[in-house]
């Protein structure tokens, strides 16, 4: 690849659609990656121990099972220590396609998320994740879309950038 | 119990509520049984076979693991041959308390719904069943209340009142 994703300049945008009064919310992102190593670094507890959250943010993966049938647990640690845990299972995972899969904040028991991830090849080494999340509730929607999610998108996708460019450079080496 | 779950006369009143261009319904159903026994006619695959779907259908389950992290899938069969097959995996399972599915129609594939069953002790061995029901898209909500789900449901829950009386003549015997 000519492109050098890990550079700001070049990082694509997140995309977040989320009107008022509905319980889903939407995300795309583009990535010059091909599909197999997006698929991957959301697949591989190790690389998505490297981009998953927030800048500054130590991630513990109790469980990560990307399969379907299988499910996932980790904690999130901000740099003050505090510590935020997520949970779920995975309905279906088809490689390289798609992942449908429960999302709960352990902070707000029993308030489960549907995300569905789609991975689409672009072609020519680039990809697009699309995210459609849907909430039991308003309150748990809006207090998602309101937790600075954005941001914790934002960063965690230029991590995964880097992941991928160092991905591919380790490939061509 | 004085009472005789099994007479259609005495048969709870299932409520639905599925306002327009909401991605939810709700439904509500009392059973004159105790949380225990309603909870395990939702667990043993055994019992959900006698009461699960409309009448005249018969039930195939391949797999009905009512565990946190376990999964199902079943086929309901018409009496003229037609199958249904559903799936779907617990997110959590808490014993006479909650239950958090997914639900999949493997007919309309990847459109997968979660469903959270609350199990309420009304205190006088009755029991109160609340299913909060959340879709991916307005389509996918519509084409399920449309489907003729309250007669399956209104049938299905009859049945099961069917089941919790012979369980409670067994255990008087």
New interface residues.
């Given amino acids: 690849m000519s492109s050098t994703p890990s550079t700001p300049s070049t990082t694509n945008p997140l995309t977040i659609v989320a009107p008022e009064g ?3 919310f939407d995300c795309v992102r583009e990535f010059d990656a091909p599909v197999a190593a997006v698929f991957d670094a959301h697949r591989d507890p190790e690389k998505i121990r490297q981009w998953l959250g927030p800048d500054g943010y130590e991630m513990d993966i109790e469980r990560y099972d990307f399969t379907s ?1 299988g ?1 996932y647990r980790y904690i999130h640690r901000n740099p003050a220590g505090d510590e935020y845990a997520f949970r ?5 995972v088809r490689e390289n396609e ?1 992942a ?1 899969q ?1 999302f ?1 904040f352990e902070a707000v028991p ?1 308030v ?3 995300e ?1 991830l789609s991975f689409q090849d672009l072609g020519g080494g680039r990809t697009r994740v699309s995210i ?1 999340s ?3 509730n308003q309150e748990a929607r809006d207090g998602m879309t309101q937790s600075g999610m954005e941001d914790g998108m934002t960063q965690g996708y230029a991590k995964l950038d880097a992941v991928l460019a160092a991905g591919s450079a380790t490939e061509e080496a």
């Fill in positions: 509905v319980l889903w049938g499910g779920g299972v995975f309905h279906v798609l449908i429960t709960e029993d489960v998320a549907i569905a459609h849907v909430y039991p």
